[in-house]
């Protein structure tokens, strides 16, 4: 079975500039979840899709954002790009409500210059 | 105030030497805590979720415990493939996000 894919590996952007990272989930999951993980900081939770709606979103601005669409993959988007974006970008996904736990994919690495 | 806190944030083992990470959270209402495991450059790799104080769930030399503040995962005879940063996260009732801790960083040398 195929785990949760993302895609790019790496982008380089440069600041100003938009970014778009996808994501698709294992085959049945339709929740997706995106987090930022930046150096020293840990995992900051950033949004949630669940059946193509956005269901939650943490406390990031409004240039983050993103869409779930209907076969359940997903993109986020990062708009004007600051130094401080670069990070790696996890997407996870589940069953619905997901209580028994996210399984990751490996992540875009983002890097702002 | 960080709801989730993991202690310490390294500790380096020598191989056999058994030891304990501490995961401490304030929820209001805990739906589930979760272990993972995180290589470097790689996602995080789930390993248990715990429901209710007093549970405890193993996995090969990992053994994950749970009371109503805090949870623990004690590593027995490690090797140094256990090498890694295991990371904590609560699920609190009113949500399905996990909120994260920062994380302990697990260095076992031969």
């Known amino acids: 079975e195929a785990g949760v894919t993302q895609s790019p590996t790496h982008l380089i952007k440069t600041r100003g500039q938009q970014a778009t990272l996808r994501c698709s989930p294992i085959?049945?999951?339709?929740?997706v979840y995106w987090y930022q993980q930046a150096l020293g900081l840990g995992l900051q939770f950033l949004l949630w899709y669940d059946e193509g709606e956005e269901r939650n979103r943490g406390n990031f601005p409004p240039r983050f954002s993103g869409r779930q669409f209907p076969n359940y993959s997903s993109e986020l988007n990062v708009n004007a790009l600051e130094l401080e974006d670069s990070a790696l970008y996890l997407c996870?996904?589940?069953?619905?409500?997901?209580?028994?736990?996210?399984?990751f994919g490996s992540g875009t690495r983002l890097t702002v210059v | 105030e960080d709801q989730v806190t993991q202690s310490p944030e390294a500790l380096r083992l020598q191989e056999g030497e058994s030891s304990s990470l501490n995961c401490s959270y304030t929820?209001?209402?805990?739906?589930?805590l979760f272990w993972y495991r995180q290589d470097p450059g790689k996602g995080p790799e789930f390993l248990f979720t715990l429901y209710s104080a007093g549970e405890e769930k193993e996995k090969e030399r990992l053994k994950a415990t749970l009371t109503k503040k805090e949870s623990f995962l004690h590593i027995t005879a490690p090797k140094p493939e256990d090498s890694a940063t295991y990371l904590c996260a609560v699920q609190e009732y009113s949500g399905y996000a996990l909120n994260f801790g920062k994380g302990t960083s697990l260095l076992v040398t031969p």
């Open positions: 085959s049945g999951h339709t929740s």
């Open positions: 996870a996904s589940s069953l619905p409500r997901g209580a028994i736990g996210y399984t």
């Open positions: 929820v209001s209402g805990l739906r589930g």
